[in-house]
């Protein structure tokens, strides 16, 4: 990634289709929000799970529970890649939704 502002469009265009995806979902089982740069949902215990960009390292941080991730964008494959190997973004959050849900979910 070359700038600040390319990373801020293509991490800004990725949380919005999430957005779009977690709007399809029963909203008394995930409140879901979108605001300079962080997306934030809210489950039906009250719990959160936490995605933001971090421009100074060009990446998107996931936060649920104890457990946090940071991912680079892989311009090869066209997704986002967890920096220690564990998996893609969607594939990550697809997890974490399905355990806190009780259900699939897939992003």
């Not at 289709?17 to 909203?27: F, K, R, T």
């Not at 879901?32 to 936490?50: H, N, R, Y």
């Not at 494959?77 to 190997?85: F, I």
Request: glycine share 8%; net charge negative.
């Amino acid at each position: 990634m070359s700038t600040d502002h390319q990373f801020e469009m293509l991490a800004d265009q990725f949380m919005e289709s999430v957005l779009q995806a977690l709007d399809e979902l029963d909203p008394d089982e995930l409140d879901s929000q979108l605001a300079m740069g962080v997306l934030t949902m809210e489950f039906e215990d009250g719990s959160k799970c936490i995605m933001n960009r971090q421009v100074a390292a060009q990446q998107i941080w996931l936060a649920a529970g104890a457990t946090a991730w940071h991912f680079d964008y892989d311009t090869q494959g066209n997704h986002w890649q967890d920096t220690k190997g564990r998996g893609s973004l969607k594939t990550i959050l697809g997890e974490v939704l399905t355990e806190r849900l009780g259900r699939p979910v897939s992003i």
